[in-house]
């Protein structure tokens, strides 16, 4: 794709920014891939929607292609709807900490029982007992035993006759009375989804209160895994899955459109039949795998480091002379919260701690940034060139446009007449602040 991609835009000579016409071009290269990847049809709708409004106007950085910059949006964008934030399991609970897994026949659940039973002994050291409530296949219950001895896991004795509802109770009150941190619940599946396989589900949920509901679901299923994930997610509601056979599947398409249809995180991955072929969830790794690219993702990070230093250069050099406007304070803004905060910029400067104070006392605190960021779109963009020609009657309709109130336009406009006469002085200084931000 990322061939692809450049292919199309070297053709074009630069034009600074990406235009609606360029983007549209690239998104059908995009949409072939992510239909080539496996992808579900209304997810690489909303996914091709969504870089098209990011990607539109973008300018693009001196030392890479226009189509680098596309890959590059893609990239980012793909990452955060896979879960930049995804976690693995959570175990903050009172102990025994309950989770059950779902999924049909064959996904993985028992291995993935064990195998998560392994990894939370191993590295977390906890106690973990593991229990089947497949009572329809007597040899799920002595799979999990055997893997239980393999593994040095604890699994609960088997009882013949019961229903999957008394032995989740029975593993439950096991699981309190011997002192275990987690129980894990391998429930039974079915080849499809059916009604009889919900209601037991629902049922073995609604007893044992789980604090995690594990949706097994293996990748190379594809469609078929993300309607299963609807349907699970619509039944019982889950709240993770966990991919598996993601050493057979190339194409990682699945684990994208799960995530989309249910919003659940997908917090680890099956790599293999073994009992430690069990890895966490890196969104990275996978929007790699699904835009086939390798080192073009290093490339793009590098050019977009200098992106960075190219727009701060651009705004030192436009401070040194003492323009300082509500744009460049929206810049700053959205720069601080890439940093971390102006705390993070702060201390990354030295001798700023009066500054520090300053700002702060003038409401720059991370809490207010967005905000800030929300009134200055609200303004026109003679306003924000000018911010001098914001009377009342436009403070109000500002404060309107970006849901504040005027006290909190009139900070901002604050904010901004200080840090231009900062900038101003410091701009006379050789090496001052803008000189610091240059540099980072
Ligand atoms: P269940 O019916 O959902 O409990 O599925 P099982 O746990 O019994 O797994 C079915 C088959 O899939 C077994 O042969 C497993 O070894 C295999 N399996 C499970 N997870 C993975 C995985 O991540 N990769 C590979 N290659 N095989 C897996
Ligand atoms: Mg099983």
Same mark, same amino acid.
């Given at each position: ?15 600074? *920014?990406?235009? @609606? ?23 690489? +709708? ?26 590059? %949006? ?7 709807? !896979?879960?930049?934030?995804?976690? /693995? %399991? &959570? ?18 659940? $028992? ?5 998560? *039973?392994?990894?939370? +002994? ?19 219950? @002595? ?5 239980? @001895? ?41 080849? $499809?989804?059916? @009604?009889?396989?919900? #209601? ?44 598996? =056979? ?12 799960? =995530? ?27 929007? #790699? ?6 080192? %073009? ?27 300082? &406007?509500? #744009? #460049?304070? *929206?810049?700053? !803004? ?15 400067? /030295?001798?700023?701690?009066?500054? +520090? ?9 991370? =809490? ?42 009139? +900070?901002?406009?604050? $904010? ?25």
């Amino acid at each position: 794709l990322s061939d692809r991609l450049s292919g199309i835009f070297d053709k074009l000579t630069r034009r600074g *920014a990406l235009s @609606e016409a360029d983007v549209s071009e690239a998104m059908r290269e995009v949409r072939r891939a992510l239909l080539e990847a496996d992808v579900a049809l209304d997810v690489v +709708k909303s996914f091709t929607d969504k870089v098209r409004t990011r990607a539109v106007g973008q300018e693009v950085v001196k030392s890479i292609t226009p189509g680098q910059m596309v890959v590059k %949006i893609v990239h980012d964008t793909l990452v955060e709807t !896979l879960g930049s934030d995804a976690r /693995p %399991i &959570d175990l903050v609970a009172p102990a025994p900490v309950p989770i059950l897994m779902v999924g049909l026949q064959g996904s993985g659940k $028992t291995t993935t029982t064990a195998k998560i *039973a392994r990894r939370l +002994k191993e590295r977390e050291r906890k106690r973990v007992l593991m229990a089947s409530l497949d009572t329809r296949r007597p040899a799920a219950m @002595e799979q999990l035993k055997v893997l239980g @001895e393999q593994n040095d896991v604890d699994t609960l004795p088997i009882v013949a006759g019961q229903s999957a509802v008394e032995i989740a109770k029975r593993a439950l009150t096991a699981a309190r009375l011997g002192g275990y941190d987690v129980v894990i619940l391998d429930t039974a599946g079915r080849v $499809t989804v059916d @009604e009889g396989l919900m #209601d037991e589900a629902a049922e073995v949920k609604r007893v044992t209160d789980p604090h995690e509901v594990l949706l097994v679901a293996d990748a190379l299923t594809g469609q078929d895994a993300v309607n299963t994930a609807r349907a699970f997610d619509g039944r019982i509601g889950i709240t993770g899955i966990v991919l598996t =056979r993601v050493d057979g599947d190339g194409r990682g398409g699945a684990a994208l459109s799960m =995530r989309a249809v249910t919003g659940k995180p997908i917090k680890l991955m099956g790599v293999g039949e073994k009992a430690d072929a069990l890895e966490d969830f890196h969104p990275s790794r996978v929007a #790699d795998r699904i835009l086939g690219m390798g080192d %073009i993702v290093a490339l793009v990070e590098k050019a977009a480091e200098n992106f960075d230093a190219e727009r701060a250069a651009k705004m030192a050099a436009k401070m040194g002379k003492g323009e300082f &406007d509500l #744009d #460049d304070l *929206a810049e700053q !803004l959205k720069q601080m919260q890439k940093l971390g905060g102006m705390g993070g910029i702060m201390s990354l400067m /030295p001798g700023m701690g009066k500054m +520090k104070n300053q700002i702060a006392a003038a409401g720059l605190d991370d =809490r207010f940034v967005k905000r800030q960021i929300a009134i200055i779109s609200s303004m026109t963009k003679k306003e924000r060139a000018k911010p001098a020609v914001i009377d009342a009657k436009r403070r109000k309709r500002i404060a309107a446009g970006s849901g504040t109130d005027v006290a909190d336009v009139n +900070k901002v406009l604050k $904010t901004h007449r200080q840090m231009a006469d900062m900038m101003k002085a410091m701009g006379k200084q050789k090496g001052g602040l803008m000189g610091a931000l240059g540099g980072m």
